[in-house]
């Protein structure tokens, strides 16, 4: 078993004069080669690092509180502190200590503290200040001794030498024996001395003298010396507060006599540091120390010595959930609750992790969600201050038991839904609770806090939860005030209550992504929240103003097709003709919001404001956002209309081409204007836009163009069918110069297959050398046609011929490229080209 006398707390104070606890293990002393000496060492109890290895240094001052503390400053701002769970481990190391230094174990401090300035003030000086004598604890000497006591509070050394004085002979008690006489004599002015005297007694701030004020017997004298405050025109009655008026209620029984007394001796502590002790000035503010710390460990011991009580702790929770427990004594059970969860607060990050993990196992969270069901609202509001400090700690924890617990309750009794009914229904008209309230809902429902493991993901998980069974209960509020086109209540409550919860839903659009967009659309939230544009609370109007500048600012399309659709923006433009030309934070919101539209060139957005509300925005001259909007409406209207320009042209001129082929592979720039622009625009009862008006254009030209299609590919068919019946009845043999695919359709009509040049079935060369159309043609592409050797009958093709040449307009594209026919057929239409285009004349070369 491991010794727990050397069990040990390391603490270090922080820059805000706070202690921080550095951890919980065992300590030792032992000879360190590398510090060359004896040091202290403490090992951590859970991994065996070392969390502390410091030598004892001869000069170093060390001091010993309350028996089972060792407080010791390593360096310049750099205080350490251990904290003994046994008297004997601490005597133990104390002793060590001394030895090491040369002093006897019995003193509580080992050297004087003297700052770095004294020292250089008195390194001329052979030996230390010598000691204060005390003046005799006489009536006659307290003005003296307030005097002497005064005087020393500037010098580090002198308040050493003063406080070692006091505690050797017995000082305070005898200073409280001329108390107790002067209040019998009603003597005033020796009691203001005396007040002066603990004052100063107080700024020494050593932790020994503490120790003897605040015992048992002593405390009540320290607190009736200090009524006689001489500001005061009449003595305070700080006694008769804590004797009569401030009671100790031991819900219950405690077995632990030395737990009690701590509880007692830390509130009159904190009633004197709080309450009693005029507030220090600037320079007195650092002197004061020792007596927070007093507080600090103080609370320390208490919640560490309730936390290892497990039957206090069983019994406690026991009688909280009880059915039988009676309202008075359930309130004062929670009230100790929320006493024990304050106290917490000033553990540090591994004590507080222990401290909540032994609430949890010990159903706190089950046990809050009963109170919170109770109609008693000190108690509902206890719990929630309860439920905070839980919340703060781990939300985590907290999300996993809600999710659990839908598993066998009602969303009506979930611990969720009835913080959320506690906010809605708090009676404060400040509605200060609710704020807090929102806070904690809004910890719970930020993803920045939320965990991501292998198996799931926490965000995933609780929001698709919230979603299902809370977001309704949420709203229900605001569904159940905006049925109408204004709001159905206007009073500063319900005002105050609506922008708390438009707050938390501005929070969701800004982090929950998925799930609030759904819900917004599908329960029309933002126009519902719009209606409260008319309330007369401007901190209400700014609050839906805001939501809706949070949902322009995502830049979703998704949410601007869902404003357009529903003209959410003539709300916002009806707002802002009211509101006139009053400079006021309301101005300034909606011009903001407008203005975000314009610099993010939001295009949908601009062009429904433009087109919808121009009108009545065109007179607001002092800002130049609405003229700039309108300006480039009108540039990106003007765009679309030199692109309907350039279309028409592009269309005239296939209407012009014999052959028109559509690509499907690609879009004409004015289709995928028409694609981007909203689906539901057809239904708007404006003036028609410029998509609708290019649509219904591209549509009569691919009417026109089918047309023609149709009819040239008739008059083609009849043509090639005339020519076929010549060619039957014609007894000339005629040279036909069309190079045919096997696809192509006069190939099939003549029932032919193209033959390759030179072949016994291929036809003669059109033209000997120096006829048009011939190889050595200026104007010839180049084909690769060889001239026969032998010279047929040469016959000029008549120029009904000419027609069987399908031409083709250089520079223009069909719509559509089909890779394997139509490539054929190019190359058929370049060699007609070639077969009509003239060329000069060569002379005849003979064969």
């Known amino acids: 078993m491991t010794d727990t006398r050397r ?101 509580d401090i080992t050297q004087d503290v003297v700052e770095e300035s004294e020292d250089e003030r008195f390194d001329d000086m052979p030996d230390a200040a010598p000691p204060i004598e005390l003046p005799p604890c006489e009536l006659s000497k307290l003005e003296e001794i307030s005097e002497l006591f005064s005087s020393v509070l500037p010098s580090p050394i002198r308040r050493e030498k003063l406080a070692v004085a006091i505690e050797n002979d017995g000082y305070i008690k005898k200073l409280i024996d001329l108390f107790h006489m002067c209040e019998d004599l009603e003597n005033m002015e020796g009691l203001h001395h005396l007040f002066d005297i603990f004052k100063s007694v107080f700024l020494l701030n050593k932790n020994a003298l503490f120790e003897i004020m605040f015992s048992d017997d002593v405390i009540f004298d320290i607190v009736g010396i200090m009524e006689y405050d001489p500001a005061l025109t009449q003595p305070a009655k700080h006694r008769d507060y804590l004797r009569h008026k401030a009671k100790f209620k031991e819900v219950v029984p405690m077995s632990n006599f030395e737990l009690e007394n701590k509880i007692h001796q830390t509130y009159r502590v904190q009633y004197i ?77 591994p004590s507080r992790e222990n401290f909540f ?31 905070s400090y839980i919340v703060e700690f781990s939300p985590s924890m907290v999300r996993e038991f809600i999710v659990q617990e839908t598993q066998n309750q009602d969303d009506d009794d979930i611990l969720i839904n009835l913080v959320i009914e506690q906010m809605i229904n708090d009676t404060d008209p400040e509605l200060g609770g609710a704020m807090q309230l929102m806070g904690i809902l809004r910890l719970l429902l930020d993803p920045e806090n939320m965990l991501a493991t292998a198996n799931k993901t926490e965000k995933t998980e609780f929001l698709s939860f919230f979603y299902k069974h809370s977001m309704h209960v949420l709203t229900a509020p605001l569904f159940a005030n905006t049925a109408d086109e204004k709001p159905s209540r206007d009073d500063y409550q319900t005002a105050q209550l609506l922008s708390l919860i438009l707050e938390l839903l501005s929070f969701c659009v800004e982090h929950h992504t998925y799930h609030i967009k759904n819900y917004v659309i599908s329960k029309d939230l933002l126009r519902r929240v719009l209606v409260l544009l008319g309330s007369r609370h401007s901190f209400l109007v700014l609050c839906a103003l805001r939501f809706m500048r949070k949902i322009v600012g995502l830049k979703e399309e998704f949410y601007n097709r869902y404003i357009i659709k529903g003209n959410l923006f003539q709300p916002i433009v009806n707002l802002f003709l009211r509101n006139g030309d009053r400079y006021n934070l309301l101005n300034s919101a909606l011009i903001e919001l407008f203005e975000f539209i314009r610099v993010e060139d939001i295009k ?147 029932g032919t297959t193209p033959t390759s040049p030179g072949s016994p079935g291929s036809p003669a060369s059109p033209g000997s050398p120096g006829s048009p159309g011939s190889p050595d043609s200026p104007s010839s592409p180049g084909r690769l046609c060889p001239t026969p050797h032998t010279s047929p009958v040469t016959t000029t093709p008549k120029p009904a011929d000419k027609t069987n040449a399908v031409t083709k307009k250089p520079g223009l594209r069909g719509l559509v490229d089909y890779p394997d026919e139509d490539s054929e057929e190019e190359e058929e239409e370049e060699e007609d080209d070639d077969v009509i285009a003239p060329s000069p004349k060569r002379p005849r070369i003979g064969t």
Request: glycine share 4%; aromatic share 8%.
């Open 604 to 750: 949908t957005l601009s062009t429904h404001v433009v087109e919808n509300f121009q009108k009545e925005l065109e007179g607001v001259k002092y800002v130049k956002t609405f003229e700039t909007l309108k300006l480039r409406y009108d540039q990106q209207q003007d765009r679309l209309k030199d692109r309907m320009n350039i279309e028409g042209r592009h269309a005239a001129s296939l209407m012009r081409n014999s052959r028109f082929r559509r690509d499907v592979r690609t879009l004409d720039e004015e289709e995928e204007l028409w694609f981007d622009q909203d689906e539901d625009a057809e239904d708007s009862d404006g003036p028609p836009q410029m998509s609708d008006l290019l649509k219904h254009k591209l549509e009569a030209d691919l009417d026109n163009i089918q047309k023609i299609w149709e009819h040239k590919k008739a008059k083609e068919q009849g043509e090639v069918r005339d020519v076929s019946q010549r060619l039957m009845h014609k007894s000339t043999p005629i040279n036909i110069n069309l190079k045919t695919g096997s696809n192509s359709p006069l190939s099939n009509l003549l």
């Open 357 to 387: 993990k032994t609430l949890s196992n010990l159903g706190i969270l089950s046990t809050i969600e009963i109170i919170l069901g109770l109609d008693d609202e000190r108690m509902r509001s206890a719990a929630i201050d309860i439920f």
């Open 7 to 107: 069990r040990v707390k390391l603490y270090m104070l922080n820059e805000d004069r706070q202690w921080d606890d550095r951890g919980t293990g065992h300590v030792s002393s032992a000879y360190v080669e590398r510090l060359r000496g004896m040091s202290l060492l403490v090992r951590s109890e859970t991994d065996g690092s070392i969390l502390l290895e410091s030598k004892i240094q001869p000069d170093t001052a060390y001091q010993k509180q309350q028996e089972t503390l060792i407080v010791w400053s390593e360096a310049d701002n750099y205080d350490l502190a251990l904290s003994f769970q046994e008297k004997a481990g601490c005597d133990e190391i104390w002793e060590k200590i001394c030895q090491v230094q040369g002093k006897d174990p019995s003193v």
């Open 273 to 349: 540091q709080e309450v009693i002790l005029p507030t220090p000035s600037v320079f007195e503010e650092n002197m004061l120390s020792s007596l927070s710390s007093f507080v600090f460990f103080n609370k320390v011991e208490i919640v560490s010595m309730i936390q290892e009580d497990v039957k206090f702790l069983t019994t406690l929770f026991a009688q909280l959930t009880e059915d039988d427990t009676s309202d008075e004594h359930r309130r004062d059970l929670v009230m100790f609750l929320k006493e024990f969860c304050t106290f917490s607060q000033t553990l540090q990050q």
